[in-house]
T-cell receptor, first 115, second 112 residues
């Protein structure tokens, strides 16, 4: 497809379960970002990949959060032992390399609800 | 710590009204400021502003950056119900990669 694709659109999990969220960026986009957006808030940066390299993971809230992009394309955000405070929309965005004057393109997000 | 602040946080207007949304930023090595519109899904890009005092326009929407005041405004004229959304402002520092810092957003509701 032409845009950033995320799956699933909705995920409900019980507290303590592990979840995996998938992001399929725009083809050829080198940069990939994950954000967490709580209700009524703006997106908060989680982590950044350039190709398969995770260059910034300073926004990951705890060591329960793990992200990977093994082949420099699809990325997975994994949350282990989920807590209620993990409930949020998780947005993925991608951008082409060397396009400092181009915006990031966002997916529709995964809405995660922890019961 | 870099931050972006927006005001008001929410706003209700009638169709046909003109609205002004405000954004102020404290971003180290500031490069540019971006505006996004977020309805129920993905944020969609509206404007990127790099130079102070130059207005960017797209239909009924316009925006301008004031680097002296570290702020930007987004204007929407003749509002329509389809303008109802969250408007996100984001600051972009001069980093080695395309990092942005988002504000909390302004939730705009346009009622008939």
């Amino acid at each position: 497809g032409a845009g950033v694709s995320q799956s699933p659109r909705y995920k409900v999990a019980k507290r303590g379960q592990d979840v995996a969220l998938r992001c399929d960026p725009i083809s050829g986009h080198v940069s990939l970002f994950w954000y967490q957006q709580a209700l009524g808030q703006g997106p908060e940066f989680l982590t950044y990949f350039q190709n398969e390299a995770q260059l910034d993971k300073s926004g990951l809230p705890s060591d329960r959060f793990f992200a990977e992009r093994p082949e420099g394309s699809v990325s997975t955000l994994k949350i282990q032992r989920t807590q209620q405070e993990d409930s949020a929309v998780y947005l993925c965005a991608s951008s082409a390399q060397g396009t400092e004057n181009q915006p990031q393109h966002f997916g529709d997000g995964t809405r995660l609800s922890i019961l | 710590e870099d931050k972006v602040v927006q005001s008001p946080l929410s706003l209700v207007v009638h169709e046909g009204d003109t609205v002004t949304l405000n954004c102020s930023y404290e971003v180290t090595n500031f490069r540019s400021l971006l505006w996004y519109k977020q309805e129920k899904k993905a944020p969609t890009f509206l404007f990127m502003l790099t130079s102070s005092g130059i207005e960017k326009k797209s239909g009924r929407l316009s925006s301008i950056l004031d680097k002296k005041e570290l702020s930007s405004i987004l204007n929407i004229t003749a509002t329509q119900t389809g303008d109802s959304a969250i408007y996100l402002c984001a600051g972009k520092p001069k980093t080695s990669y395309d990092k942005v810092i988002f504000g909390p957003g302004t939730s705009l509701s346009v009622i008939p």
